[in-house]
């Protein structure tokens, strides 16, 4: 029930900066989680950060003190901001969205961390 759209992914070199957003189809001030999550090549899934309505945050312990989560109601956005980053940092991030009724998630945008 949720189109999500990722962007910001690209390459960026060890200790560098990038954020990567998602831009929901509709409104998502009554979504309760979003996460961004991501998949490294041989790797599985895995969850980096979540944001909930009420504004609780988790991090993975690998990206803790190095990536923020946010959310903008106004503009429909998530985002992760990423600093500090590692070669073990790239992999194709997803958003996604749950709630009710709806377990959403986007495309992926990719992220190359490399020198």
């Known amino acids: 029930q949720v189109r999500l759209v990722e962007s910001g992914g690209g390459l960026v070199q060890p200790g560098g900066s990038l954020t990567v957003s998602c831009a929901a189809s509709?409104?998502?001030?009554?979504?309760?989680?979003m996460e961004w999550n991501r998949q490294a090549p041989g790797k599985q899934r895995e969850l980096v950060a979540s944001?909930?309505?009420?504004?609780?945050?988790n991090y993975a312990d690998s990206v803790k003190g190095r990536f923020t989560i946010s959310r903008d109601n106004g503009k429909k956005m998530v985002y992760l901001q990423m600093n500090s980053l590692k070669p073990e940092d790239t992999a194709v991030y997803y958003c996604?969205?749950?709630?009710?009724?709806?377990?959403?998630w986007g495309q992926g945008t990719q992220v190359t961390v490399s020198s």
């Open positions: 996604r969205v749950q709630g009710w009724g709806y377990d959403d």
């Open positions: 509709r409104s998502i001030t009554s979504i309760m989680i």
């Open positions: 944001i909930t309505s009420g504004g609780a945050i």
